[in-house]
T-cell receptor, first 113, second 113 residues
């Protein structure tokens, strides 16, 4: 497996609280992505990064922000968690943008109660 | 926006039977990727198809990309219990200025021993 670590792996939080998920890579890949996975929806892109401090929105970015201060770390923040953000979140990395294999982390299961 | 439909959503087969999942896009794709996700696991890249009419094989798995580059299929011959999991296609749209990868909702394969 590629060197991708997500933390935490599981989290339960209350509605309205901020939550930050971390993705750490040791592969020095330029591109990093955050996806959410929900039954019947496959994987949907939240945000992605194409370099340090360079990020862009995906198809389901509302309610989420990201930051990338170092090549190896990509943070996903839910500013004020809602029950609709209960999901499994996957981080992914790739050397090139899209037209290449993406490596996924183990996932973070987030429950908002 | 781009839509990628995948059917069937679920498939139960007896071990030794064949299995096929289909992916259809609303727009022409520049390439399509296939991923496998084992239960409780993370998506793992299987293959990428780029050329119109392309066919690639990996042991018992056969991947096809349609002539119009709007559909694709994954066929598994003589399924084994190790084939259990969810298979996702992910297509990159070839038109427009914003490149994006859209995942299908996946086909969950159960193989009965």
């Amino acid at each position: 497996d590629a060197g991708i670590t997500q933390s935490p792996r599981h989290k339960v939080t209350e509605t309205g609280t901020p939550v930050t998920l971390r993705c750490h890579q040791t592969e020095n890949h330029r591109y990093m992505y955050w996806y959410r996975q929900d039954p019947g929806h496959g994987l949907r892109l939240i945000h992605y990064s194409y370099g340090v401090k360079d990020t862009d929105k995906g198809e389901v970015s509302d309610g989420y922000s990201v930051s990338r201060s170092k090549t190896e770390d990509f943070l996903l923040t839910l500013e004020s968690a809602t029950s609709s953000q209960t999901s499994v979140y996957f981080c992914a990395i790739s050397e090139l943008y899209l037209n290449t294999e993406a490596f996924f982390g183990q996932g973070t299961r987030l429950t908002v109660v | 926006g781009q839509q990628v439909m995948q059917i069937p959503q679920y498939q139960h087969v007896q071990e030794g039977e064949d299995f096929t999942t289909y992916c259809n896009s609303s727009t022409t794709l520049s390439n399509i990727q296939w991923y496998k996700q084992r239960p409780g696991g993370h998506p793992v890249f299987l293959i990428q198809l780029v050329k119109s009419g392309e066919v690639k094989k990996q042991k018992r798995l056969t991947f096809q990309f349609g002539e119009a580059k709007k559909n694709s299929s994954l066929h598994i011959t003589a399924t084994q219990t190790t084939d259990v999991g969810t298979y996702f296609c992910a297509g990159e749209a070839s038109s427009g200025s914003a490149r994006q990868l859209t995942f299908g909702s996946g086909t969950q394969l159960t193989v009965l021993p």
